[in-house]
């Protein structure tokens, strides 16, 4: 069986003691196994900023941005590889592999191209440069540097490839070094991807290392020049921003967590319309990829009471076309749950949300599986909840079923009882809202605009373009408050701003100008009373 290893310290070295089993989890058959006992992560971390930070710093922004490229064009020339590890470890079809290992390589690729956009520069300038005196010459400025730490990543089991690659493309970006650590139980791809880095791109030793397996004392050994960026339950994020040794340092951090997504069908979009089709097609698709183990997947979704009915039906007919089963098999178009606690979370999950609801389609009963051996497997199929009315099913607004359910509300075809019933998730990653009506779209988006890290509005005449709400891109933010854990990634530069250190420089202009290669027109200081 395959040992993982964690490359700390610019080496591989595996662990010892007793290991965790990696297993598919359409069979249950293991894979691998890791351990990361008796490994130093304090020197780990220590060697991260004693070598990869000041490696990295050296480095002007277009050549961190090659060594973006080159890990985009080494992950590229491995991505059939790397599919096929995503199918067996992550229980993916397919298209869900791809949806993972096509983002981390493309997400490398846009860093890799702001980089070459920023040039030779070693520093930002954050906003225009400001007159602080009675004439121009006393002048300031606002830039970002790289903090002298190191950045450490927890990342999520649904996306091992993107959460590795997001996180690290901003952070080398910014000329900070990372030690990422994936989710255990689909540790074999982010291994596997770790390696493609280490062998086909010239990193700087130390400038990223990888903890395969559980963090240990990881983060005993975080200061205040250090980050760490958590993605996973709003319960470990929580408990982490607890820890005392990070709040004693006052170390940032950065969580991205439980989210309960709605989507919101506008009085206008009738069925028929092509704005409909958009809400059907995103609805079932973020209910079915990836078993719906996708912290965007929308799990709420609120539609006029009059045309309730029509919507079940129509979503039912939908979802009864998905083939559960074994993803290595053919015409499989939802695999597995990732593990067997999330197996059992997510049944639980269910019978708690279809409480006082009806449960349209899935549910807790059998169900046919395609090439599963009997008894094996962590399959749930797509199931679709219906509350019986805009204040039932009230589980669907506190807690998330981290799989392929959603719980169908009427409301009463109004902006502001959309907006409330939103509201309620207290904080979201993103929401959708499909309308060709400028007016109700506008008013729902300024409502629910402080509640939520994206908002979709889902029209015709995007609706043969956006890829649903579902779908992070790195031009925009991933992220979002209160319950969803208050955190923020990508977004183009602002993603650089997480590691780096905002300083106001204030002196004779041209030698700020001089010094921090800026030409920015100053605003003149504001006149006196």
């Known amino acids: 069986m395959e040992r993982l290893e964690s490359y700390v310290e610019g080496q591989w070295s595996a662990g010892r003691g007793a290991p965790h089993t990696l297993v598919n ?48 064009r080494a992950a590229h020339a491995h991505r059939d590889a790397l599919l096929d590890v995503a199918i067996q470890n992550g229980g993916n079809t ?14 490398l690729a846009y860093y890799a191209d702001l980089g070459a956009q920023l040039g030779d520069a070693r520093l930002l300038a954050d906003g225009e440069g400001v007159q602080l005196g009675r004439s121009p010459r006393f002048f300031g400025q606002h830039i970002l540097v790289p903090r002298p730490g190191v950045a450490v990543h927890i990342n999520a089991f649904n996306f091992p490839a993107w959460g590795l690659a997001e996180k690290a493309a901003c952070a080398l970006l910014a000329g900070m070094p990372a030690i990422t ?42 200061g205040g020049e250090d980050v760490l960026a958590f993605t996973g339950s709003s319960a470990t994020g929580a408990a982490l921003r607890l820890l005392p040794g990070l709040a004693r340092e006052s170390v940032r951090v950065n969580v991205e967590a439980d989210s309960l997504n709605g989507a919101v069908l506008g009085l ?29 997947a929308i799990r709420r979704i609120f539609v006029p009471a009059s045309v309730i009915t029509t919507v079940r039906d129509d979503l039912v007919d939908r979802l009864r ?31 708690r949300l279809a409480a006082g609801a009806t449960v349209a389609l899935g549910g807790p009963g059998p169900f046919e599986k395609i090439g599963v051996p009997d008894g094996k497997g962590y399959f749930v199929p797509p199931t679709l909840i219906v509350a019986g009315g805009p204040d039932g099913a009230p589980a669907a607004h506190e807690h998330e ?39 109700f779209a506008a008013e729902v988006l300024l409502g629910v605009a402080p509640y939520h890290g994206r908002v979709l509005l889902g029209s015709e005449r995007i609706a043969d373009q956006a890829p649903g709400p579902g779908t992070v891109l790195p031009q925009t933010i991933h992220g979002g408050p209160g319950r969803a854990g208050g955190g923020e990634e990508l977004g183009g530069l602002r993603g650089l701003h ?30 006196k009373p």
């Open 268 to 296: 206008d979009a009738a069925p028929g319309s092509e704005t409909y089709a958009m809400f059907l097609r995103d609805v079932v698709r973020d209910m079915t990829q990836k078993a719906g183990q996708k912290c965007t």
């Open 321 to 351: 076309d998905a083939r559960v089963g074994d993803p290595s098999q053919d015409g499989v178009t939802v695999g597995p749950l990732t593990t067997a606690d999330q197996l059992r979370g997510v049944r639980a999950g269910i019978e």
């Open 94 to 107: 397919r298209g869900d592999a791809k949806f993972d290992i096509d983002g981390a390589i493309g997400t």
């Open 181 to 222: 650590k994936p989710a255990t139980s689909t540790a074999l791809v982010a291994f596997r991807l770790m390696k493609i880095f280490t062998e086909g791109a010239p990193l700087p030793r130390g400038a990223l290392s990888f903890i395969a397996g559980p963090p240990g004392d990881l983060l005993d050994h975080l």
């Open 498 to 527: 997480f590691y780096s250190q905002r300083t106001a420089v204030q002196g004779s202009r041209p030698i700020l100008e001089a010094i921090l290669g800026t030409k920015a027109e100053p605003r003149p200081a504001p006149a």
């Open 401 to 439: 079923v981290f799989g392929p359910v959603a719980t169908l509300f009427p409301y009463d075809g109004g902006a502001a009882h959309a907006v409330a019933l939103l509201r309620r998730g207290r904080g979201s990653l993103v929401c959708a809202v499909y309308s060709d009506d400028r007016g």
């Open 25 to 72: 989890p359409a069979t249950e058959e293991p894979l691998a196994e890791t351990s990361t006992d008796g490994l130093d992560l304090a020197a780990a971390v220590a060697f991260a900023r004693a070598e990869g930070g000041p490696a990295l710093r050296a480095l002007t922004f277009a050549e961190r941005g090659g060594l973006l490229r080159a890990m985009s």
